[in-house]
């Protein structure tokens, strides 16, 4: 069987503080994705994943307690706690801009990986500690903010013993991603102590890679690479979406379209018998032993490539340039 990790990136908007947001709204808009009528965030997210009887991996940003008071993360964390979903790490150093007080002095970056070895154990052992202050289970598995990671934040976390990484993503080789691998490697892999899984994703007619993000997939293209890396015997597969995913741009109205992406997801692992949902703490390591073998991801298809930009385009106008004439 293929292990699916459906990763939800749940981080309140370094952006929407800086432009004054109150810690309340910020939560409201970033991590509960509240609208008019309902929410469509967390909640949601976890509501579908429990319909189709799946797991979720939050990684959650702990690092707006720097700024706010570590009394936020309950708010942020406690729900996905109580519906018994995993919660693992996740950082973003920009809020180290707004901190009362920085454990690295005034060094600052946009991603983890721009800080010296020294300074990211600094930082990223401050962030579990975060977490488990606010009663979670200690972090196995971490993700970089932006996948601004490097081979040095690696290292760290072998130091920290967490075992797991899911921050190489190819589609930002040579940005913020900086972990040596290449856009041919995406099988979990061990790396400096610890086992990296990147995310998954699918061949671009450009040559590039698409990640399996929701937001970035169209369903066919979601549902078939789902297939293709179960056909494969692939031995994971890591899909990533974000707390406020299911919003319009503007968050403030739901994105029809992506929610029914992620439905239509949920419904694609659950019915088929050769994908698995699982967590970081249900993975088995030998899943990355060097001779596990490798296969390619699902080939690049115009086709498909061509039913994306019309579903995008079709959603732009109904949830995006609408909302925009309304205002």
Same mark, same amino acid.
């Given at each position: 069987?293929?292990?699916?990790?459906?990763?939800?990136?749940?981080?309140?908007?370094?952006?929407?503080?800086?432009?004054?947001?109150?810690?309340?709204?910020?939560?409201?808009?970033?991590?509960?994705?509240?609208?008019?009528?309902?929410?469509?965030?967390?909640?949601?997210?976890?509501?579908?994943?429990?319909?189709?009887?799946?797991?979720?991996?939050?990684?959650?940003?702990?690092?707006?307690?720097?700024?706010?008071?570590?009394?936020?993360?309950?708010?942020?964390?406690?729900?996905?706690?109580?519906?018994?979903?995993?919660?693992?790490?996740?950082?973003?150093?920009?809020?180290?801009?707004?901190?009362?007080?920085?454990?690295?002095?005034?060094?600052?970056?946009?991603?983890?990986?721009?800080?010296?070895?020294?300074?990211?154990?600094?930082?990223?052992?401050?962030?579990? %500690?975060? *977490?488990?202050? $606010? =009663?979670?289970? @200690?972090?196995? &598995? /971490?993700?970089?903010?932006?996948?601004?990671?490097?081979?040095?934040?690696?290292?760290?976390?072998?130091?920290?013993?967490?075992?797991?990484?899911?921050?190489?993503?190819?589609?930002?080789?040579?940005?913020?991603?900086?972990?040596?691998?290449?856009?041919?490697?995406?099988?979990?892999?061990?790396?400096?102590?610890?086992?990296?899984?990147?995310?998954?994703?699918?061949?671009?007619?450009?040559?590039?890679?698409?990640?399996?993000?929701?937001?970035?997939?169209?369903?066919?293209?979601?549902? %078939?690479? *789902?297939?293709? $890396? =179960?056909?494969? @015997?692939?031995? &994971? /597969?890591?899909?990533?979406?974000?707390?406020?995913?299911?919003?319009?741009?503007?968050?403030?109205?739901?994105?029809?379209?992506?929610?029914?992406?992620?439905?239509?997801?949920?419904?694609?692992?659950?019915?088929?018998?050769?994908?698995?949902?699982?967590?970081?703490?249900?993975?088995?390591?030998?899943?990355?032993?060097?001779?596990?073998?490798?296969?390619?991801?699902?080939?690049?298809?115009?086709?498909?490539?061509?039913?994306?930009?019309?579903?995008?385009?079709?959603?732009?106008?109904?949830?995006?340039?609408?909302?925009?004439?309304?205002?």
């Amino acid at each position: 069987m293929t292990d699916v990790l459906i990763t939800i990136d749940t981080e309140l908007s370094a952006g929407l503080h800086q432009r004054g947001m109150s810690a309340r709204e910020n939560i409201d808009n970033s991590i509960l994705g509240v609208v008019p009528g309902g929410t469509v965030g967390i909640g949601w997210q976890m509501d579908q994943l429990e319909a189709h009887g799946l797991k979720g991996v939050f990684f959650v940003d702990p690092m707006p307690a720097l700024v706010y008071g570590p009394e936020i993360l309950a708010d942020m964390i406690g729900p996905i706690v109580a519906r018994r979903h995993e919660v693992q790490l996740h950082v973003h150093t920009e809020w180290l801009a707004w901190a009362k007080s920085a454990p690295v002095g005034k060094r600052r970056g946009q991603n983890i990986g721009d800080f010296d070895l020294a300074d990211q154990s600094t930082l990223l052992g401050l962030a579990r %500690d975060l *977490l488990e202050q $606010a =009663a979670v289970p @200690r972090p196995i &598995a /971490f993700r970089a903010g932006n996948y601004g990671a490097d081979d040095r934040t690696l290292i760290a976390l072998s130091d920290l013993g967490i075992a797991w990484d899911s921050s190489f993503n190819a589609s930002y080789l040579g940005a913020a991603c900086r972990i040596g691998l290449t856009a041919n490697d995406h099988a979990p892999v061990w790396r400096h102590g610890v086992v990296e899984v990147p995310v998954s994703g699918i061949s671009a007619s450009s040559g590039l890679v698409r990640p399996a993000q929701v937001c970035a997939l169209s369903r066919w293209e979601m549902i %078939d690479a *789902l297939r293709h $890396a =179960a056909q494969h @015997r692939q031995a &994971a /597969f890591v899909i990533v979406s974000h707390s406020f995913e299911m919003l319009s741009r503007d968050r403030r109205r739901p994105n029809r379209a992506v929610m029914a992406r992620f439905t239509a997801m949920c419904r694609e692992i659950a019915r088929n018998p050769d994908l698995r949902s699982v967590g970081f703490g249900d993975l088995d390591p030998a899943i990355a032993a060097p001779l596990h073998p490798k296969s390619s991801r699902l080939p690049a298809n115009p086709v498909r490539m061509i039913g994306r930009v019309i579903e995008q385009a079709a959603a732009t106008v109904r949830y995006e340039r609408q909302w925009s004439r309304a205002r």
